[in-house]
């Protein structure tokens, strides 16, 4: 028995070793894939709290454990309301990821942990105010839809909107006709919109195209790239994502896109160090951290920082009265144009509005005429799939039979079921947003087919 007594004492002893081993391990060096996860839970759980004023507890729950990988329900939060911050840890010790919210700005992750360095990223005056909403209908105001029965019914069956449903309109003949929400979500609740983001951050070049400040057939675009054959990327192959440069867009791991979205502070200069592995214009191949070298080329053109930060504000989502609209910026301030629009459903609603209108709003032209067109215009590298302003011509996954539209049809995607649809000869925009993870297999096309049977 004593013998028994003393090895039981061994394996114990052994497996204490092996314990404080692993502990000082994660402690010290933890594996970027549980840096990726902590990163990724403290900047979503940051932005739903301070951007879109929702509650910590359930946001982890829902929307970062839930429809995630297993790993991150070993998480754990610590937000300081008063500071600003969120840090989540694994097994509510190692691996910290820290996000930080900046007034204007909304959330940067912090990866380097140089927090008082991302601080100093501010806006240098406040935000311009959009005038109080109104009762009036959408656009000039909040007042309630002018709701037509058949979309009401159609935005009541459960299977054509979806599950993990937060808000689906529908604008027809720049009318709201139909709205409805998930619940716990109001028309005032901002959205991420994920990758729809891409297509904003594809006007915010327009809108410097036609200030003069910008050119699509702009190239040698990064003094990084004068010496080699990235020289001759045009911004017009950012733009339908053809650069040429090598980018890993798998999210599943440890890939060139969740590095540069939680691992790295300066996440243009993370994709313009890439190598380039095909010739500019030649293959269509989707990355956001293509658009965030476009976020960053529209900074670029003006003279300070400052102007750059104010520029979606003061020349896109004030003349559109979008109140609600936060574009976030990374560490380092650069403007996050891949991914991290928040915005409610009704402002997304008029971005998409306003590209249906040619660029145009109430009577003021913004875009240069003729660049929507372009925007909606597909490039030959994604044999017609992909378009030069950072747009689709098909909805998610394969179309089912029978829920074909129209061939003109552009839609603004973007990560676990956000999608804009636009049917120009309709006047017909649907909105579509939620938390709706790709594995749920859900394609809204059978909800626009049946917005566009019950159009006049």
């Not at 440890?254 to 313009?272: G, H, I, K, N, W």
């Not at 269509?284 to 979606?312: E, H, I, N, W």
């Not at 552009?410 to 006047?427: C, E, N």
Request: proline share 8%.
């Amino acid at each position: 028995m004593v013998s028994v007594i003393r090895g039981v004492k061994i394996v114990l002893a052994a497996g204490g070793v092996v314990v404080a081993g692993a502990a000082a391990w994660l402690a010290v060096a933890p594996p970027e894939l549980l840096r990726v996860g902590t990163g990724y839970a403290a900047k979503i759980v940051c932005s739903n709290v301070f951007v879109a004023k929702r509650d910590p507890d359930e946001v982890l729950r829902v929307d970062v454990q839930a429809p995630g990988n297993p790993l991150l329900r070993l998480l754990r939060l610590k937000v300081d309301r008063e500071e600003g911050q969120v840090t989540a840890y694994m097994f509510g010790l190692f691996a910290p990821g820290t996000a930080i919210y900046r007034p204007g700005l909304g959330c940067a992750s912090v990866p380097d942990g140089n927090v008082a360095a991302a601080r100093a990223v501010q806006l240098p005056q406040p935000l311009p105010q959009i005038a109080a909403q109104s009762a009036a209908p959408w656009p000039q105001g909040m007042g309630a839809a002018e709701t037509d029965p058949k979309i009401a019914a159609i935005l009541a069956d459960p299977a054509l909107i979806g599950p993990g449903m937060r808000a689906t309109l529908v604008i027809r003949d720049g009318k709201l006709v139909g709205e409805t929400y998930g619940p716990g979500f109001k028309p005032e609740t901002p959205l991420i919109g994920w990758s729809m983001t891409k297509t904003v951050t594809a006007a915010l070049v327009g809108l410097r195209v036609g200030q003069g400040a910008l050119s699509l057939d702009k190239d040698h675009l990064f003094p990084a790239w004068e010496k080699d054959d990235r020289s001759a990327i045009r911004i017009r192959h950012l733009m339908g994502m053809e650069s040429g440069l090598e980018f890993n867009e798998d999210y599943g791991d440890v890939s060139d896109v969740t590095r540069m979205l939680f691992l790295e502070p300066d996440q243009p200069a993370f994709v313009a160090a890439k190598p380039l592995a095909e010739k500019p214009g030649t293959r269509f191949y989707y990355s956001t951290g293509t658009t965030m070298l476009l976020s960053r080329l529209v900074m670029d053109s003006f003279p300070s920082r400052d102007q750059a930060l104010m520029f979606p504000q003061a020349g896109l989502f004030l003349p559109l009265a979008m109140g609600s609209a936060v574009l976030e910026a990374d560490e380092r301030g650069t403007l996050s144009g891949g991914s991290y629009l928040y915005a409610d459903a009704r402002d997304w609603a008029k971005f998409a509005q306003f590209l249906l209108q040619d660029g145009v709003w109430e009577g003021q032209r913004l875009l240069p005429e003729g660049f929507v067109k372009t925007m909606w215009t597909p490039t030959a590298s994604s044999k017609g799939s992909y378009t030069q302003g950072q747009m689709w011509k098909a909805g998610p996954l394969e179309d089912v039979p029978g829920t074909e539209l129209p061939a003109e049809t552009v839609w603004m995607r973007g990560h676990d079921g956000q999608t804009v649809t636009i049917i120009p000869s309709k006047r017909l925009i649907v909105l579509r947003m939620g938390l709706t993870p790709g594995w749920l297999a859900y394609k809204p096309q059978a909800l626009v087919k049946a917005v566009l049977d019950a159009t006049p």
